[in-house]
């Protein structure tokens, strides 16, 4: 294979999901295919894939997540396919798992949502945790976030630029972003319930580690933080110790979203916290890699644009507002995209070598 960083992003998610499983096949892979009743645009059929690499009976694992945010996903699968492509031999105990596009209607789709426009990231409640409520700032801002019309100049940014300056940047940005449960169209919609994709990973999960010691979770994402740096986030109630090591190891620190001075924000519903439940027994370390591609007013914006597209133009995927979004979460630079490769394939070094010790320490 090219080794030029470029030729491991895939152009669509077909070629995507084809390129992984051969790669994961070469390199000895055991292959497994969550199968979804979604349907991508050629009314193809949409699966997560799994590759195992390593022993069955691990009890050292390392997970890397991709695209949980559908078309965010572009990134987080090219930097799966270069770890594939460079595999080498674990010990024993060990194994890598890599799981492909978690919201493969998203990815297909390009956009951020799944096939009943849930943001994935908000759709793990705590069981018992009612699908109900949101932050009381998103109703007054509603009408300018999620317009029910198709794209079209309207004064977004001098609108949002409005907002900023009437409850400032840290209260909106909660806001808008920590999820809400009452706009079934809107952006950040967390769901009625436990969605079909994130419920079968979670009990795959749920089996398949049951006898896991330690778990080590990269989850990939982009759209926040500076153009081409990584932003290493924690998870509030999981065990940081691994993650704090590694943000050591990289000199670069791992962001608590509960400070107000983060560029973060706390979430509800992240898979964080379903992990924990689903794999009680297991020590585990969890960290939310994000990629920055440009403004949050532009990802934002971007957002907005294919949203109104997806629910009240024809929802192609050629669409500008489809392509912008894609643009603004996966940049075509080639200098982003190798920065993508360095800091994806740096993090899952570190993060292998910190979880194949586990225990000898
Ligand atoms: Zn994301």
């Known amino acids: 294979m090219n080794s030029e960083p470029g030729t491991f992003f895939s152009p669509d998610y077909a070629t995507a999901r084809d390129r992984f499983t051969r790669a994961a096949r070469a390199a000895g892979a055991r292959t497994e295919a969550i199968a979804l009743d979604a349907r991508g645009p050629a009314r193809e059929a949409l699966t997560i894939d799994i590759a195992w690499l390593g022993a069955p009976d691990a009890d050292r694992v390392l997970l890397h997540t991709s695209g949980m945010h559908g078309v965010e996903a572009f990134p987080g699968c090219a930097v799966q396919l270069a770890a594939l492509s460079e595999f080498a031999a674990l ?209 934002l914006g971007a957002l907005r644009e294919e949203n109104r597209w997806h629910h009240y133009g024809a929802a192609t995927v050629d669409h500008p507002a489809k392509l912008a979004l894609r643009e603004a979460l996966c940049p075509g630079s080639p200098v982003w995209r190798r920065r993508v490769l360095a800091h994806g394939r740096g993090l899952l070094e570190r993060a292998a070598v910190w979880t194949w010790n586990y225990g000898e320490r």
């Not at 009381?136 to 300056?165: E, H, Q, T, W």
């Not at 969890?286 to 007013?297: D, K, P």
């Open 91 to 299: 010990a024993p105990g060990c194994a890598l798992v890599l799981a492909h596009a978690l919201n493969p209607y998203g990815m297909a789709r390009l956009r951020r949502t799944n096939e009943n426009n849930v943001d994935l990231n908000r759709n793990f409640l705590a069981p018992g945790e009612s699908y109900r409520g949101s932050p009381p700032l998103y109703a007054r801002i509603d009408a300018v976030l999620n317009p029910a019309s198709p794209p079209g100049f309207d004064f977004f940014r001098l609108k949002a630029l409005g907002l900023v300056m009437r409850y400032g940047m840290g209260a909106l940005r909660q806001a808008v972003a920590q999820g809400q449960y009452d706009y079934p169209r809107g952006l950040f919609y967390g769901g009625s319930m436990l969605e079909q994709g994130p419920a079968l990973f979670l009990g795959w999960l749920g089996c398949k580690l049951a006898r896991v010691r330690y778990l080590f979770v990269l989850d990939a994402h982009s759209g926040l933080g500076a153009w081409g740096e990584q932003t290493l986030i924690g998870a509030p109630g999981v065990n940081a110790t691994g993650a704090l090591e590694l943000a050591g190891a990289l000199a670069h620190a791992v962001i608590d979203p509960a400070d107000s001075r983060s560029p973060a924000y706390t979430i509800r519903g992240g898979m964080a916290g379903a992990l924990r439940h689903t794999l009680p027994a297991a020590r585990m370390d969890f960290v939310l890699q994000e990629i920055g591609t440009c403004s949050a007013i532009a990802v």
